[in-house]
Nanobody, 115 residues
Framework: QVQLVESGGGLAQAGGSLRLSCKASGMILSVFWGDTLGWYRQAPGNERELVATITGGAPNYQDSVKGRFIISSDNNKRTVYLQMNSLKPEDTGVYYC???????WGQGTQVTVSS
């Protein structure tokens, strides 16, 4: 059974950095590599929105995070990372990991950026 487990959220000041991790436990390598794995976020009162995805090592970003966030993956660890730099208060929200192949969501991790 595949599970997505996120970690790394927390509190940061504006301009700071955080790194999120999402481990796809139980996922075989071929599925992990071919999957579109993504990070989404949801701020209070807002809909969940796409932040970034990665497929076979190729990243894709929402315009508002381009140049600030970096998505990457480690096949051996079956883990996807989101390095968030130059954080802004509007980056605050619950960040969720998603697997397109398995139609799975992680439990979410809170990111709070103070001004």
């Amino acid at each position: 059974q595949v599970q997505l487990v996120e970690s790394g959220g927390g509190l940061a000041q504006a301009g700071g950095s955080l790194r999120l991790s999402c481990k796809a436990s139980g996922m075989i390598l071929s599925v992990f590599w071919g999957d579109t794995l993504g990070w989404y976020r949801q701020a209070p009162g807002n809909e969940r929105e796409l932040v970034a995805t990665i497929t076979g090592g190729a990243p894709n970003y929402q315009d508002s995070v381009k140049g600030r966030f970096i998505i990457s993956s480690d096949n051996n660890k079956r883990t996807v990372y989101l390095q968030m730099n130059s954080l802004k208060p509007e980056d605050t929200g619950v960040y969720y990991c998603h697997s397109t192949a398995r139609r799975l969501w992680g439990q979410g991790t809170q990111v709070t950026v103070s001004s």
